[in-house]
């Protein structure tokens, strides 16, 4: 059986998803009956299958719930699971319609599970009155009651049957699982009305939800930025690596960042008519170069590739057969092959490029190469360039601005080839890049609203404010010490060297 379902939807029925919709774009919903009797395996739907995203109907109640998260959890085990549907409450100060990201769910024995409130794809489709709400909180029950309740249950904003039953399941496991339920009615005698209503408002809203299904079937178009300073000697074959694909880039963007050398005259005599050519008169840095051709850029997907660094010839087809196939991303990157000195060397098993909810692990270093990432232009406009204020470590800035709110894809081929060693490069020209490091997550720890992923942050500041400032006592360097020990201290953070 494929392992390729990436993201699952569950719903209690089948009333609760656009079948229609769904069918029409060929994607797969099945029973959790027929996924049991082996219906993955049949090559009926052979056409359907081919998706990295698959539907799944539980069935009503907690046993259904349970065994199909068992079921997913043993035959597919995805990155994400978004279990969504309708629920019913008992406050009548929610609106009927409204759409709830729960971050916990409870049982009647007031057991309860924390919830992942991040979503793998995006809710700006749906109209204000349905935008939803969070910090939530859903009871899953084992019988419905439409009068008499419990006083307990008052305690929580939504009932459902299911949720919990699947939490428990996914907890503690590498799945992630999240819960996007709409109101549909107030557990009273106008219930079984209420809900049939609110059967017709889920499924058009779900297409407005799932609306990335409908990005998948044209391939994808590419704008390719170059950033090149004084790379005379490599910027041909860099290109020629573009030009060589077997899935064309429609556009190629060269930003010529205030090169002294004769990079400028290479470059005026290129003449391919996919080639645009920026030229910066002064030396502006990678991050000013990135972003003006960011902003020259005319297709929704951009590709960035350094100029000492080469793609494989299939790169982009393999990264847009990524995209038509798992459409919930809007960044994915491939994974590399390094050369140091024209020698092959393995990468350390840290460096191994993780997929999904990834911001934890780029908090420790950066886990994701420019060039081998592509970027949706949407996330740009909504989470700001590269910042142009870091000389070094902008792409792990850029990184994490990121993964803390977008999932991370990875097409598993080796398609970039990266050389390092050369005496150029910017991690040759900075010491200490960890200052670096640390003034983006001290700029990332106090933008974060949320008091959860400061103390993930707080942790990996500590610790490399401390190997700073153990270095700068070591050299004996005052005003850095100094420095150091204060933004330890501005973080409530006890220091260790005097």
């Not at 060269?254 to 005599?269: A, E, F, K, P, R």
């Not at 200490?432 to 700029?443: G, N, P």
Request: glycine share 4%; hydrophobic share 35%.
């Amino acid at each position: 059986m494929p392992n390729q379902y990436k993201l699952i939807i569950t719903s209690a029925t089948k009333q609760e998803l656009p079948l229609t919709w769904l069918n029409k774009l060929n994607y797969p919903v099945f029973t959790i009956k027929a996924l049991q009797a082996g219906i993955l395996n049949s090559s009926k739907h052979h056409t359907s299958l081919d998706k990295g995203i698959l539907f799944i109907i539980t069935g009503v109640g907690e046993q259904a719930s349970s065994n199909t998260a068992q079921w997913i959890k043993q035959h597919l085990n995805p990155l994400f699971v978004v279990n969504i549907g309708t629920t019913g409450t008992l406050h009548k100060k929610l609106s009927l319609g409204q759409w709830l990201i729960p971050t916990y769910v409870a049982n009647e024995k007031n057991e309860t599970i924390k919830l992942n409130t991040q979503l793998p794809f995006s809710l700006t489709n749906l109209s204000q009155k349905s935008a939803p709400i969070y910090n939530k909180s859903l009871l899953s029950i084992s019988q419905p009651l439409f009068q008499n309740h419990p006083q307990a249950w008052f305690n929580y904003d939504s009932l459902d049957m299911e949720a919990f039953a699947q939490a428990q399941i996914f907890h503690n496991t590498d799945i992630s699982f999240s819960v996007l339920k709409q109101i549909s009615d107030y557990s009273d005698a106008q219930t079984s009305p209420s809900h049939q209503i609110a059967l017709t408002k889920i499924q058009t809203d779900l297409q407005n939800i799932f609306a990335f299904l409908q990005n998948n079937q044209q391939p994808p178009h590419f704008s390719v930025i170059i950033p090149v300073y004084n790379r005379a000697q490599q910027i041909i074959t860099c290109l020629n690596s573009i030009l060589d694909q077997t899935f064309p880039a429609q556009e190629i963007i060269i930003v010529n960042d205030g090169s002294t050398d004769n990079t400028l005259q290479i470059l005026q005599n290129l003449k391919h008519p996919q080639l645009k050519i920026i030229t910066l008169n002064q030396n502006q840095g990678v991050s000013s170069a990135r972003n003006h051709g960011i902003a020259a850029a005319h297709n929704n997907w951009l590709c960035f590739l350094d100029s000492d660094d080469l793609w494989q010839k299939n790169k982009l087809e393999k990264q847009a057969a990524y995209i038509q196939k798992y459409p919930f991303y809007q960044i994915l990157q491939s994974k590399e092959v390094w050369f140091r000195n024209q020698q092959r060397i393995n990468s350390c098993k840290h460096h191994t490029q993780p997929e999904g909810w990834i911001f934890e692990p780029c908090l420790k270093l950066c886990l994701i190469s420019p060039s081998g990432v592509v970027i949706h232009k949407n996330i740009f406009q909504n989470i700001g360039l590269f910042d142009e204020s870091l000389p070094v470590c902008e792409d792990y800035d850029l990184w994490l601005r990121i993964s803390r709110h977008y999932p991370v894809g990875l097409e598993a081929s080796n398609s970039i080839i990266k050389h390092g060693g050369h005496p150029d490069q910017l991690s040759h020209k900075y010491q200490a890049m960890d200052r670096f490091r640390v003034q983006s997550l001290l700029k990332l720890y106090h933008q974060e609203p949320d008091q959860a992923y400061q103390k993930i942050i707080l942790p990996i500041l500590n610790k490399k404010l401390h190997i700073l400032l153990q270095g700068a006592q070591k050299r004996n360097l005052k005003t850095q010490v100094q420095e150091y020990q204060a933004q330890l201290k501005s973080l409530g953070l006890a220091f260790n060297y005097n």
